[in-house]
């Protein structure tokens, strides 16, 4: 799982580290400032000074470092002592196991599509609890972005169009899958908001989000 947080919780910036406890099977993170522990797939403390608090999370989005290159190629790149040099490509022999996960909020459901289904939809359009939803997703999967396809109060359905490139419904207006930015069109310059998104285990997402659906 990859998930993105704010680390300013009331005013004060805290500093995360692994616990080496584990909830439900999935990892538990601790403050260095409290020693508070917190779930990372959920972001909320379960046991102390902050116990209840949540954080805020962020968009991220999960792609390849060459593509992630050609869009910023002054970008740094936090390397650590224990980083894999290598990326598993392995990871998506399973693709039953893995679903991409949207956080639409707290008290909201959090929804999910099925790894196996971006793979053959890259451009899926859903929705949830009210949210108009988009997920895009790169060859393999190995890519995925999630956006809100509500547009200047303006509800649109993507649909691919090759090489990177999606088209809305209204105005068949040219979009890159992987920004979400209008190329060409009458909505040349809009760009979609992108919602918080993660790759999960299909079981932990099952175990800690049981109230969202995850379509298949």
Not at 10 to 19: A, G
Not at 56 to 65: A, S
Not at 129 to 135: E, K, M, N, R, Y
Request: aromatic share 10%.
């Amino acid at each position: 799982n990859g998930i993105v947080y704010a680390r300013t919780v009331k005013d004060r910036e805290l500093n995360f580290q692994v616990s080496g406890l584990l909830w439900n099977r999935s990892l538990i993170m601790r403050d260095v400032e409290t020693n508070s522990l917190w779930s990372h797939l959920l972001g909320k403390a379960m046991r102390g000074e902050f116990k209840g608090v949540e954080l805020k999370i962020l968009p991220g989005v999960m792609t390849t470092w060459s593509e992630w290159l050609l869009r910023h190629p002054r970008t740094t790149l936090l390397g650590m002592s224990r980083t894999s040099r290598s990326y598993r490509e392995a990871l998506w022999k399973k693709p039953g196991q893995f679903v991409y996960g949207v956080h639409l909020g707290a008290g909201r459901p959090s929804p999910a599509v099925a790894l196996r289904r971006l793979q053959k939809e890259p451009v899926f359009n859903f929705e949830s609890a009210g949210h108009l939803v988009l997920v895009t997703a790169g060859e393999k999967g190995t890519r995925a972005r999630a956006f809100n396809r509500k547009l200047k109060g303006e509800v649109c359905t993507f649909s691919t169009a090759g090489q990177g490139i999606m088209t809305d419904d209204r105005t068949l207006s040219r979009w890159n899958v992987a920004t979400g930015e209008c190329l060409e069109g009458k909505l040349k310059g809009a760009a979609l908001t992108i919602l918080p998104g993660t790759l999960s285990f299909r079981s932990a997402w099952k175990e800690f989000f049981p109230e969202g659906r995850i379509f298949e």
